[in-house]
């Protein structure tokens, strides 16, 4: 049975983010960075059991929410990587 693709973009995605995540300073590493990779672990979790269930719509918008944090965390992210820069 073949992976859909959002699975397969978000397990790309967390491949991409981890070494991201670990170039973090460590106080941002273990509260940002780890909220991060939980939650992009969690999402890919949640599609991959949302796959299998006969109620695949209420799934999915349960994980639409939790997409939305994961887009906040994320600009929080690019706003910190700014100010080390700067």
Known sequence: MNDLS???KTYD???WYVPI?????RDQKFILGDRLA???????D???LARYSR??????????????VLRH???LLL????????
């Open 21 to 25: 995540l670990n170039r973090l300073p």
């Open 79 to 86: 706003d910190f990587f700014d100010t080390l820069a700067g």
């Open 73 to 75: 965390q994320t600009r």
């Open 46 to 48: 949640g599609l991959i």
């Open 55 to 68: 109620e695949k719509v209420k799934r999915l918008e349960m994980l639409n929410g939790r997409l939305d």
């Open 13 to 15: 995605l967390i491949r």
């Open 6 to 8: 959002i699975i397969q």
């Open 38 to 44: 939980t939650g992009l672990y969690d999402l890919l």
